[in-house]
């Protein structure tokens, strides 16, 4: 990373640009592939499909300094229906002060 760049980007187009982003981008598919997230499934007759979205983020450090570059790669869900393109919930992330209130009453 012999360029550091300050500013994150706005379109895609801006990101092709910067090899720091092209990285993120690679880090961020290894993890989904590594972690098995999703699965390719028939496309069901008369249903669209999700898109996807990529988001970028500059991540500082205590000192304002540039820790790492980070990509996202989300579905945007907020199309589906209830009971039609999905019937389950799962969202495999806990607050903080969830798991801190749990273990307080695990305590006491």
Do not use: C
Request: hydrophobic fraction near 40%.
């Amino acid at each position: 990373m012999s360029t550091m760049i300050q500013v994150e980007p706005s379109s895609f187009e801006d990101v092709v640009k910067e090899q720091v982003w092209k990285d993120a981008m690679a880090k961020e598919y290894e993890s989904i592939v590594k972690n098995d997230v999703w699965d390719v499934v028939p496309r069901p007759n008369g249903n669209s499909i999700l898109t996807p979205k990529w988001f970028f983020k500059i991540k500082h450090g205590i000192n304002s300094s540039i820790e790492k570059y980070k990509a996202r790669f989300v579905a945007r869900g907020f199309s589906q229906k209830e009971g039609e393109d999905y019937d389950d919930i799962f969202a495999p992330v806990a607050r903080y002060t969830t798991i801190r209130s749990i273990v307080a009453l695990a305590t006491s």
